[in-house]
C-alpha cells in the first residue's frame, strides 16, 4: 500500500547554502551498510516543543515512486489526538567538496500538516542514487559517509500577536470646528480643541502668533492626535481650514501623515501670514473671532 506523503508531481526548491541546519543532522559512516536496509529512522530530536524523526529510504521508497532515488522524508513522534501540527521544514544533505548543504524544500514553501492520519511528510525524490553514489559531486565521502539534516519551524497561531490594520474612509461626522473668541486680545500661548473621533482623542491646536518657523509671522496650524503608546501610529488624511467668514475663500491645506507618540502632530507652522488676518476685508477675522476647522477624510484604526 503507497504511502501517503508528498505527491511526486510536486515540485522542491533546491539551492545550495553554507549554514548548517539549525535543528538536527544526521551523520552516516557507509552508506553502503546502511543500503543494506530499506528503511533507516533517526534518533528523536526536538524543535518547535515537538518529537522528530528522519525516515530515510536509502534504496528509495517504493510505495512513493522513489525507486531509482534516495527518499527522505521527516516524522513527527508522539502526536496526541486530534491534534494537526503546522510547519514549514527544509531538508538537507551536506556536500563534501563545496562544504555546502543542498537544501530542499518545498516550492513557495508551502506549510505541511502533521496529524495523526499524516505523521509523514517529505521527498521521495530527494535525490537520484546516481547522482549521490557519484563520489565526485561530493555528497560521499571516504568509506561512503555522508550527512543528511532537518529544520523544523512549527507555527502556533495561538502563540502569535495578532494585529488589524484598518483605513476608514470619508468617515461620519468628520468636521470639527473651533471658533476662537477674542483675537484681538490674545497672547503667544497656543489654543486647542479636544474632541473624539474614530475611538480616539485628537486635539485642533491654533497658535496665534505662530510657532517655529512661523513663529511672529504666521499662523500655525495643527491636528494632533493623543495617548498613543510607544510604537503606535495612526495614519490620517486630514484638511485644515481657517475659514473665510465673508466670501467663503477659506485658506486650506491638505496632509498626510503618519503620526505616532514621538510625532503626534500634523500641519503648517507657516499655515498662512499674520498680515492676512489682520486684514477685515479677508474675512478670516469677524467681530474679532476667528473660525479654525478640520475635516478627517481617512484615518486607520487598529
Known amino acids: 500500500m503507497a504511502m501517503c506523503c508528498f505527491a511526486t508531481a510536486k515540485e522542491s526548491a533546491r539551492y545550495m547554502r553554507a549554514l548548517p541546519p539549525a535543528h538536527y543532522l544526521l551523520k552516516i559512516e557507509s552508506f553502503d551498510v546502511l543500503s543494506m536496509l530499506d528503511k533507516y529512522d533517526s534518533g528523536v530530536f526536538e524543535a518547535g516543543g515537538y518529537k522528530w524523526r ?9 510505495g512513493d ?20 501540527v503546522h510547519v514549514n521544514y527544509k531538508l538537507f544533505v551536506h556536500n563534501k567538496l563545496q562544504n555546502k548543504y543542498l ?39 571516504e568509506k561512503h559517509s555522508c550527512t543528511f539534516g532537518a529544520e523544523v519551524f512549527v507555527i502556533q497561531p495561538a502563540m502569535m500577536r495578532e494585529e488589524s490594520f484598518t483605513l476608514i474612509r470619508y468617515p461620519t461626522q468628520n468636521t470639527f470646528t473651533f471658533q476662537i473668541e477674542n483675537w484681538s486680545k490674545l497672547g503667544t500661548d497656543p489654543l486647542s480643541k479636544e474632541f473624539t473621533f474614530e475611538g480616539r482623542q485628537w486635539k485642533l491646536l491654533v497658535y496665534p502668533k505662530g510657532n517655529a518657523a512661523g513663529k511672529g509671522k504666521s499662523l500655525s496650524v ?14 490620517a488624511e486630514f484638511n485644515l481650514r481657517v475659514l473665510d467668514q465673508l466670501k467663503n475663500n477659506n485658506k486650506e491645506k491638505r496632509f498626510k501623515r503618519w503620526l505616532s507618540a514621538s510625532h ?39
Open 103 to 141: 537544501t530542499i524544500q518545498d516550492t513557495d514553501e508551502e506549510i505541511s500538516r502533521f496529524h495523526r492520519s499524516k505523521t509523514q511528510h517529505g521527498f521521495p525524490r530527494f535525490l537520484s542514487l546516481k547522482e549521490f553514489e557519484n563520489r565526485s559531486n561530493g555528497y560521499l565521502g
Open 222 to 235: 495643527y491636528l494632533e492626535v493623543q495617548h498613543l503608546h510607544e510604537k503606535m501610529k495612526v495614519y
Open 264 to 302: 503626534p502632530q500634523g500641519g503648517d507652522a507657516d499655515f498662512m501670514p499674520l498680515k492676512d488676518l489682520e486684514k477685515s476685508a479677508k474675512g478670516f477675522v469677524q467681530n474679532d473671532a476667528l473660525v479654525v476647522d478640520v475635516q478627517i477624510s481617512v484615518v486607520s484604526k487598529l
Open 65 to 84: 515512486n522513489g525507486l531509482g532515488y534516495v527518499s527522505l522524508y521527516l516524522s513527527i513522534e508522539e502526536l496526541p489526538p486530534n491534534q494537526t
Open 54 to 62: 528522519l525516515s530515510l529510504y536509502p534504496k528509495g521508497n517504493s
